[in-house]
């Protein structure tokens, strides 16, 4: 396997052995980048100087015989809605695109703590919001098995780049399905941990009950890796969960005995793509081989997820994204009359079409008189959804669906019907809602030669058993090893 | 017709924690370095997070438990929403419908010759961030607004009172007995310049009708009240200018919606307000960065174990314990809890209330304000001026001679001046009080034969000639006892 293709794990396992050097992998991955990018466009900025020097300083370290980080001399990309010191955090929005943070994400101060190489930042949906990167104020990625069609989103450009050969590991954000849903587009394992699990210090916010910061990598070990590093308590977020973090990796191995795997009966069969439903039925069946129990489950309030998640989100991002205001940072316009047309006119040249959808919807549900209509039911409706996953758990270990209903639409097919892009959100938001973990995971191929993931779903603070339940999958089947050309 | 004022309260109170509500800076005031005292968090910089400061927390129950507030078992954070540019992050972290304390009352006295008592009701206390400082140019000549963060995530704690209060007066006693209270359990300084207390008032009248119908005028919030002054001078104002609008229009609470205006010091009026105020529709939901906090009962007893006794009660028990004037005991009250504490150490060693109450509220007060100091670091620690009490009463000196110690001992050069500085200062000066007639005698038998005339002055009924014979003695002997000389006068002299 060339450099560009290999896992982070093979990679470490070169760099130990002294067969390859981080620098190598680095210019690697540059290179790449500087040959390709131009037609997937992953990446917003990249960091060629530091990450060069960086890979040096972890060879002169490797060499030295001094004690290397768990990501020693891996390059990692992030999203860039994830604050780094020192470099522009855009969120792929006008507002804040020369914004430079003077601070580091909790994730970013972990992942430069394990010797990584931060390699640059990657394209996303306007403030996270969106599931196919159309909505970024600078570019659209595209997916590196097709380049006319999606590489999904928000985290689009994290996905690509990992499966493109850009990265061998890429950091995104999951509020309803973020991260699942462009690793599923585009073939790469996708984990969106427990609500807590990783500190969102540093993630710009969007809808701050929801999101989570998770891995992008080539196969289930690689998650568990760069799992191990970002998870923990991190004080400077009160939501972190303080829960210890096992080595992932060390059980990885293990298969679960006695699993029971959730499968849901005729779950929106008119929506499902025939394919999709194909490879979620076969990857049952794979379960079965290893002599797993199939057991159909029923999740009453699942149906309400979508529009649940539709007032929730755009509510929490209606105040969320109320201080880009052009007072104090980013973007301010430069004519207007008086303070208030300041406002006015900064928010409305800054941000795109799909931002300001979603913060009229939230500001209108949080509105004195419509708050116990919408934005209260809502809160309601979510305990419901998450009573149902606890009771789906007490009979099941896992649950396996569909990560979406089709595989990877083409650029501009649903960018004039923003509610058919919401409901392709069916399979995921109900994670982000119940605040329960989610894997997506390569599954299979469709005939025009896109990938379809699976996704796996585990009790809150369960991903261990939700990355061992993914790898036993894994290691039955060769979908993860499949790269785009 | 006739009407009675209906006022009630919000008032403002800075916590005194080291750091903010929410973040790790310091809460300092520091107006002249703008924008120093900030972090991602309290500017709002996109992905920082708040974290609850437990200790304003801390200090917000101690404050509900003073003002009688029942602290519930569950209290959580929601979002104020509003576009200000001294509010970066374009909301502010408050409590909404379920604030950290409630349903409380505050005492005062409505006047002293009576001693009648009013409990004034508390709708609630609630914990908040402050919001930064805008100063925009006054100049005229369009110079940009400035902002200034340092103040931004300051630790407030709001405290809402019933309409209860029926006068311009009343207020500012509820308002001054409040801020007694705050200053005595330490939780903020209360200064008013600075800003660590200010206060809205909500003004209306409930006009009585010959019909025997009552009915409330519109009211009005007056804002910008940053001085006792100031909140009693625009409730009366308010008050006349209610009643005048009243009988001109006879616009009624039900006709008008609640209207805002500002406290003008200067001219002395109030003014109507156009703002962020203005039906303003605040989205308010509860603050998904922030867990709810829950208190136990074990929690809520330790701190009110914390409590020292409420001023009321202190000023009560002075009366009782020590037998003070109602004055005296409020004007040691009032100082403050440190000079309360003084004095009371002063009382409890001297063992003569009455005493050290005239000493603490004539000698101690007096230097206090012409050194400008403040108790703390008054140089005569209570236990010494008990001692010197004790003197005094034991008649070892008299209280001229005390007083001079007292003199002295504020003027020792050499730090802080012990108890036996006292003893050394009275022999320095030769203040010991001479009541051995032995030694007495001969002095007053020499100044009897060189004073004839004063004698025979005093033997022919003129009294005021012994005063100045006695005078001459104490000039000789610094510490004789007057009583014992003037004994010996009047036996040498019949
Ligand atoms: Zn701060």
Same mark, same amino acid.
């Given at each position: 396997m060339s450099i560009t293709s290999a896992t982070a794990s093979e990679l470490l396992a070169k760099m130990n052995s002294g067969e390859i050097s981080s620098e190598e992998i680095t210019s690697a991955c540059l290179d790449e980048i500087s040959r390709r990018d131009g037609s997937?466009? =992953?990446?917003?900025?990249?960091q060629q100087e530091a990450a060069l020097e960086k890979a040096r300083e972890v060879d002169r370290k490797r060499k030295a015989g001094k004690p290397l980080g768990k990501l020693a001399g891996l390059p990692v990309a992030l999203k860039d809605n994830i604050c780094s010191e020192?470099? *522009?955090?855009?969120?792929?929005s006008k507002m804040l695109e020369h914004f430079v943070p003077p601070y580091d994400a909790h994730i970013v101060e972990q992942l430069k703590a394990a010797d990584a190489v931060l390699i640059g930042k990657t394209n996303l @949906?306007?403030?996270?919001?969106?599931?196919?990167?159309?909505?970024s104020a600078f570019k659209t990625t595209t997916n590196p098995?097709?380049?006319?069609y999606a590489a999904g989103g928000s985290s689009g450009g994290s996905a690509a780049a990992v499966s493109a050969g850009f990265a061998p590991l890429a950091l995104g954000s999951d509020t309803g399905g973020s991260i699942r849903q462009p690793a599923s587009f585009c073939g790469v394992v996708g984990l969106k941990p427990t609500?807590? &699990?990783?500190? &969102?210090?540093?993630?710009? =916010?969007?809808a701050s009950s929801l999101d989570q910061i998770g891995p992008f990598a080539r196969d289930v070990t690689d998650a568990a890796l760069i799992l191990g590093t970002i998870a923990g308590k991190d004080r &400077? @977020?009160?939501?972190?969960? @303080?829960a210890a973090v096992p080595e992932?990796?060390? *059980?990885?191995e293990q298969p679960l005995k006695n699993l029971k795997v959730g499968y849901i009966e005729l779950?929106?069969?008119?929506?499902?793509h025939a394919e999709v439903k194909e490879a979620t039925l076969r990857a049952l069946d794979v379960y079965k081989s290893l002599g797993a129990e199939m057991v159909p489950i029923t999740l009453?309030? =699942?149906?309400?997820c979508v529009a649940t998640y539709y007032i929730i989100a755009p509510s929490e991002a209606s105040s969320n994204l109320a &201080?880009? @205001?052009?007072?104090?940072?980013?973007y301010r316009a430069?004519?207007?009359?008086?303070m208030i047309d300041m406002y006015a006119a900064s928010r409305g040249e800054a941000f795109g079409d799909e931002v300001k959808r979603r913060i009229m919807l939230g500001t209108y549900a949080l509105s004195s008189g419509y708050y116990d209509a919408y934005y209260l039911k809502a809160l309601k409706v979510r305990r419901l959804i998450r009573n149902d996953f606890e009771q789906a758990f007490q009979s099941v270990d896992i649950i396996a669906t569909p990560?979406?209903? *089709?595989?990877a639409f083409t650029i501009g097919e649903l960018v004039d019907d923003p509610l058919a892009m919401y409901l392709a959100d069916i399979f995921t938001t109900s994670a982000n809602l119940s605040g329960i973990p989610g894997i997506s995971i390569p599954a299979g191929m469709s005939k025009n030669n896109l990938p379809i993931g699976l996704q796996l779903l585990a009790p809150p603070l369960e991903e261990e058993r939700l990355l061992r339940a993914a790898r036993m999958f894994e290691r039955e089947t060769d979908w993860h090893l499949k790269r785009p050309v | 017709m006739d009407y009675t004022v209906i006022i009630g309260l919000e008032v403002h109170v800075q916590l005194?924690?080291?750091?903010?509500l929410f973040c790790g800076c310091s809460t300092k005031?520091?107006?002249?370095?703008?924008?120093?005292?900030?972090?991602p968090v309290c500017l709002g910089l996109p992905g920082a997070l708040p974290v609850l400061n437990r200790e304003a927390f801390h200090l917000g129950m101690k404050t509900g438990l003073a003002i009688n507030c029942e602290i519930p078992a569950f209290t959580k954070w929601d979002r104020k929403q509003y576009y200000y540019p001294d509010l970066p992050k374009a909301y502010q972290i408050s409590q909404y419908d379920?604030?950290?304390? +409630?349903?409380g009352w505050l005492e005062i006295e409505l006047d002293p010759e009576t001693r009648e008592k009013k409990k004034i009701g508390i709708i609630r206390a609630h914990l908040e961030e402050d919001a930064g400082k805008n100063s925009h140019?006054?100049?005229? $000549?369009g110079q940009d607004s400035k902002v200034d963060?340092? $103040?931004?995530g300051t630790p407030l704690i709001e405290i809402v009172s019933e309409?209860?209060? $029926?006068s311009a007066q009343e207020a500012r006693t509820y308002l001054e007995e409040l801020k007694l209270l705050l200053t005595y359990i330490d939780?903020?300084?209360?200064?008013m310049q600075e800003g660590s207390l200010r206060c809205d008032a909500n003004v209306n009248l409930h006009v009585h009708q010959a019909n025997g119908e009552t009915v409330p005028t519109p009211i009005v919030e007056i804002k910008n009240l940053n001085s006792f002054r100031g909140v009693e001078q625009a409730i009366e104002y308010e008050v006349q200018r209610q009643w005048k609008h009243w009988q001109e229009t006879g616009l009624s609470l039900k006709d008008v919606p609640k209207e805002t205006r500002g406290w003008d010091a200067d001219r002395g009026v109030t003014l109507e307000q156009r703002g962020k105020?203005? !039906? !303003?529709?605040? $989205?308010?939901?509860?603050?998904?960065?922030l867990a709810p906090v829950t208190v136990t009962d074990a929690e809520r007893e330790r701190v009110s174990q914390e409590l020292c006794e409420r001023p009321a009660d202190r000023r009560a028990r002075f009366e009782e314990?020590? +037998?003070?004037?109602v004055y005296d005991a409020a004007v040691i009250i009032d100082q403050g809890l440190a000079v309360a504490d003084y004095f009371e150490t002063v009382a409890e060693s001297c063992g003569n209330g009455k005493q050290a109450a005239n000493w603490v509220t004539q000698d101690v007060l007096r230097e206090l304000n012409e050194r400008g100091l403040d108790i703390s670091k008054f140089p005569i620690q209570p236990d010494v001026l008990a001692a010197l009490l004790q003197k005094v009463n034991a008649e070892e000196i008299t209280i001229k001679s005390g007083r001079t110690v007292f003199q002295e001992l504020l003027n020792y050069p050499e730090g802080v001046p012990g108890i036996e500085q006292i003893q050394n200062i009275i022999e320095d000066k030769g203040l010991a009080l001479v009541s051995d007639t032995g030694e007495l005698d001969s002095i007053v038998q020499a100044v009897v034969d060189k004073n004839e005339k004063a004698v025979a002055d005093f033997q022919s009924?003129?009294? !005021?000639?012994l005063g100045a014979l006695i005078g001459q003695v104490m000039r000789e002997?610094?510490? !004789?006892?007057p009583k014992a000389v003037r004994e010996l006068f009047i036996a040498k002299m019949s």
């Amino acid at each position: 396997m060339s450099i560009t293709s290999a896992t982070a794990s093979e990679l470490l396992a070169k760099m130990n052995s002294g067969e390859i050097s981080s620098e190598e992998i680095t210019s690697a991955c540059l290179d790449e980048i500087s040959r390709r990018d131009g037609s997937i466009n =992953a990446f917003l900025s990249v960091q060629q100087e530091a990450a060069l020097e960086k890979a040096r300083e972890v060879d002169r370290k490797r060499k030295a015989g001094k004690p290397l980080g768990k990501l020693a001399g891996l390059p990692v990309a992030l999203k860039d809605n994830i604050c780094s010191e020192g470099v *522009t955090t855009t969120c792929a929005s006008k507002m804040l695109e020369h914004f430079v943070p003077p601070y580091d994400a909790h994730i970013v101060e972990q992942l430069k703590a394990a010797d990584a190489v931060l390699i640059g930042k990657t394209n996303l @949906d306007e403030f996270a919001m969106g599931s196919s990167t159309e909505n970024s104020a600078f570019k659209t990625t595209t997916n590196p098995w097709n380049t006319a069609y999606a590489a999904g989103g928000s985290s689009g450009g994290s996905a690509a780049a990992v499966s493109a050969g850009f990265a061998p590991l890429a950091l995104g954000s999951d509020t309803g399905g973020s991260i699942r849903q462009p690793a599923s587009f585009c073939g790469v394992v996708g984990l969106k941990p427990t609500y807590g &699990r990783v500190s &969102r210090y540093g993630l710009v =916010a969007f809808a701050s009950s929801l999101d989570q910061i998770g891995p992008f990598a080539r196969d289930v070990t690689d998650a568990a890796l760069i799992l191990g590093t970002i998870a923990g308590k991190d004080r &400077r @977020d009160t939501t972190s969960l @303080d829960a210890a973090v096992p080595e992932y990796t060390s *059980t990885l191995e293990q298969p679960l005995k006695n699993l029971k795997v959730g499968y849901i009966e005729l779950l929106h069969e008119e929506g499902l793509h025939a394919e999709v439903k194909e490879a979620t039925l076969r990857a049952l069946d794979v379960y079965k081989s290893l002599g797993a129990e199939m057991v159909p489950i029923t999740l009453p309030h =699942a149906k309400y997820c979508v529009a649940t998640y539709y007032i929730i989100a755009p509510s929490e991002a209606s105040s969320n994204l109320a &201080r880009y @205001d052009g007072v104090h940072y980013g973007y301010r316009a430069p004519h207007f009359e008086n303070m208030i047309d300041m406002y006015a006119a900064s928010r409305g040249e800054a941000f795109g079409d799909e931002v300001k959808r979603r913060i009229m919807l939230g500001t209108y549900a949080l509105s004195s008189g419509y708050y116990d209509a919408y934005y209260l039911k809502a809160l309601k409706v979510r305990r419901l959804i998450r009573n149902d996953f606890e009771q789906a758990f007490q009979s099941v270990d896992i649950i396996a669906t569909p990560v979406t209903p *089709t595989p990877a639409f083409t650029i501009g097919e649903l960018v004039d019907d923003p509610l058919a892009m919401y409901l392709a959100d069916i399979f995921t938001t109900s994670a982000n809602l119940s605040g329960i973990p989610g894997i997506s995971i390569p599954a299979g191929m469709s005939k025009n030669n896109l990938p379809i993931g699976l996704q796996l779903l585990a009790p809150p603070l369960e991903e261990e058993r939700l990355l061992r339940a993914a790898r036993m999958f894994e290691r039955e089947t060769d979908w993860h090893l499949k790269r785009p050309v | 017709m006739d009407y009675t004022v209906i006022i009630g309260l919000e008032v403002h109170v800075q916590l005194q924690t080291r750091t903010k509500l929410f973040c790790g800076c310091s809460t300092k005031f520091n107006p002249d370095h703008p924008n120093t005292q900030t972090c991602p968090v309290c500017l709002g910089l996109p992905g920082a997070l708040p974290v609850l400061n437990r200790e304003a927390f801390h200090l917000g129950m101690k404050t509900g438990l003073a003002i009688n507030c029942e602290i519930p078992a569950f209290t959580k954070w929601d979002r104020k929403q509003y576009y200000y540019p001294d509010l970066p992050k374009a909301y502010q972290i408050s409590q909404y419908d379920l604030p950290m304390s +409630q349903n409380g009352w505050l005492e005062i006295e409505l006047d002293p010759e009576t001693r009648e008592k009013k409990k004034i009701g508390i709708i609630r206390a609630h914990l908040e961030e402050d919001a930064g400082k805008n100063s925009h140019d006054e100049s005229g $000549r369009g110079q940009d607004s400035k902002v200034d963060l340092n $103040r931004c995530g300051t630790p407030l704690i709001e405290i809402v009172s019933e309409p209860d209060l $029926r006068s311009a007066q009343e207020a500012r006693t509820y308002l001054e007995e409040l801020k007694l209270l705050l200053t005595y359990i330490d939780v903020s300084d209360c200064n008013m310049q600075e800003g660590s207390l200010r206060c809205d008032a909500n003004v209306n009248l409930h006009v009585h009708q010959a019909n025997g119908e009552t009915v409330p005028t519109p009211i009005v919030e007056i804002k910008n009240l940053n001085s006792f002054r100031g909140v009693e001078q625009a409730i009366e104002y308010e008050v006349q200018r209610q009643w005048k609008h009243w009988q001109e229009t006879g616009l009624s609470l039900k006709d008008v919606p609640k209207e805002t205006r500002g406290w003008d010091a200067d001219r002395g009026v109030t003014l109507e307000q156009r703002g962020k105020e203005d !039906a !303003a529709d605040y $989205r308010y939901f509860p603050d998904p960065d922030l867990a709810p906090v829950t208190v136990t009962d074990a929690e809520r007893e330790r701190v009110s174990q914390e409590l020292c006794e409420r001023p009321a009660d202190r000023r009560a028990r002075f009366e009782e314990s020590y +037998q003070l004037s109602v004055y005296d005991a409020a004007v040691i009250i009032d100082q403050g809890l440190a000079v309360a504490d003084y004095f009371e150490t002063v009382a409890e060693s001297c063992g003569n209330g009455k005493q050290a109450a005239n000493w603490v509220t004539q000698d101690v007060l007096r230097e206090l304000n012409e050194r400008g100091l403040d108790i703390s670091k008054f140089p005569i620690q209570p236990d010494v001026l008990a001692a010197l009490l004790q003197k005094v009463n034991a008649e070892e000196i008299t209280i001229k001679s005390g007083r001079t110690v007292f003199q002295e001992l504020l003027n020792y050069p050499e730090g802080v001046p012990g108890i036996e500085q006292i003893q050394n200062i009275i022999e320095d000066k030769g203040l010991a009080l001479v009541s051995d007639t032995g030694e007495l005698d001969s002095i007053v038998q020499a100044v009897v034969d060189k004073n004839e005339k004063a004698v025979a002055d005093f033997q022919s009924g003129k009294q !005021a000639a012994l005063g100045a014979l006695i005078g001459q003695v104490m000039r000789e002997i610094k510490g !004789a006892d007057p009583k014992a000389v003037r004994e010996l006068f009047i036996a040498k002299m019949s």
